[in-house]
């Protein structure tokens, strides 16, 4: 595709670059009212501007962040790991850690730091096509995102608002001009937007549709000062999040419901932490750049930790989960309980179960020595001893159910999965 084309004419245009217009799945139950996706970017759309940086790495969490490094050594030693990171990847280009180099950046104010962002950045819009699945492409109609394209979308979203304001006019364009192509066409395109969309909550499994629905979303949001089209996306994602956690199930396909009365979903430990976390991430980016506007509703959310709870083992060492399958015992709800502080919430069990944590126990964790788990990890010194819980709960939308004799480290522990 010709790089120089205007990125903000017709969508359809580039969708048939990537791969074509596709048929919509036949799946779709009314879940989305139906977008055109030419239309919803039409040149009319509102062109209200965000503030950067806004999403995720907020003035506010870095300065609260600066201040923290002046008396907590615990904080001290974190900082030193993040920052050692980011210089080991000066002299690289990897967009994996475009998250060090970008908090670096905006912890130190040393632009050597959003340089480096800067140029992977330009270097990956120059780039190859992130839609090069062969595996997902042979399908029919073919993919052209995934789980790996989604992160991607993710880290340079949060890249890109964080060295914003270091990037002249032209380079801010190009960039967003290039990550439009290759990220939020490809993305909310097959997931989302009519008329390409070719997925919907009762066609795939539900943690993808969270992951690369909102980190397609998270980008369009990063770039709408540039292409004022995407704002529209990027809050119909939002308005429309609420669907996933009200997901009623589907019979025919045997599929539960996303989530039990009673919190969490049926997918295990692991991706409902993960398809869970992904939704709140999100959410989070997404209120963080409107302030003014009051959050919608999900009342899902209400329970989510008390899942994670329910199902975990206080014991001597690493913190255990049930694993029913498609999970492991290590494995925790901890990326999604930070981010429901983060939002608000003030359930004081949340800082017990994250006291039962050992640093770093999961790989993609939100713990204090990564970028996000920096900025956002909590006091949990006002935690209380045990959960204010019941020792048994029952999960009757997938069948799990748990009793155990105490909250107590090392008690004993039924579990059943029906």
């Known amino acids: 595709m010709n790089k120089e084309k205007n990125t903000q004419n017709s969508i359809d245009l580039n969708l048939q670059a990537a791969g074509g217009v596709r048929a919509c799945c ?13 239309v919803l970017l039409s040149p009319t759309a509102s062109a209200q501007k965000i503030k950067h940086p806004s999403l995720l790495y907020t003035a506010e969490r870095v300065q609260q ?5 002046k008396t907590d050594a615990t904080a001290v030693s974190a900082w030193n790991s993040i920052k050692e990171v980011a210089d080991a990847n000066l002299k690289k280009n990897d967009l994996g850690k475009c998250d060090f180099l970008s908090l670096a950046y905006l912890m130190t104010d040393d632009t050597k730091y959003a340089n480096k962002v800067r140029d992977i950045l330009l270097k990956t819009v120059r780039g190859d096509i992130w839609s090069n699945n062969s595996e997902m492409l042979a399908r029919k109609p073919a993919w052209n995102s995934e789980l790996q394209l989604a992160r991607k979308c993710g880290l340079s979203a949060l890249a890109y608002d964080a060295i914003y304001n270091t990037l002249t006019a032209p380079e801010r364009k190009e960039i967003a001009e290039g990550l439009y192509r290759i990220g939020v066409v490809p993305a909310l ?41 995407l704002r529209d996306a990027a809050d119909k994602v939002y308005d429309q999040l609420p669907e996933w956690f009200a997901f009623a199930g589907d019979e025919i396909q045997n599929k539960p419901k996303s989530c039990d009365v009673n919190g969490g979903m049926y997918e295990s430990v692991n991706y409902a932490n993960f398809g869970i976390s992904e939704a709140l991430l999100y959410r989070l980016c997404w209120q963080n750049a409107h302030p003014s506007e009051k959050p919608n509703a999900i009342p899902e959310i209400s329970n989510a930790q008390d899942f994670f709870i329910h199902v975990c083992y206080p014991r001597t060492g690493q913190l255990y989960s049930l694993n029913f399958g498609d999970s492991h015992t290590t494995i925790t709800g901890q990326n999604t309980l930070m981010l429901l502080l983060a ?42 001893q045990t959960p204010q819980l019941p020792n048994s709960q029952i999960f009757p939308d997938f069948g799990w159910a748990t009793m155990r004799t105490s909250w107590e480290k090392n008690s004993t522990l039924l579990a059943v999965k029906s």
């Open 26 to 38: 036949s799946g779709f139950f009314g879940v989305f009212l139906p977008l055109v996706f030419a």
């Open 189 to 229: 395109g097959d997931w989302f937007l009519e008329p390409t969309r070719i997925h919907s909550l009762n066609s795939m499994g539900h943690n993808w549709w969270t992951s690369c629905v909102c980190n397609g979303a998270l980008l369009a949001l990063s770039l709408q000062n540039e292409l004022p089209e």
């Open 65 to 69: 962040a600066k201040q923290q490094l």
């Open 343 to 384: 939002l608000g919430s003030k359930d004081n069990n949340i800082l017990w179960y994250l006291n039962q944590l050992e640093q770093g126990q999961t790989r993609d964790g939100f713990f204090k020595n990564s970028p996000t788990g920096f900025l956002y990890w909590p006091d949990t010194k006002p935690a209380n």
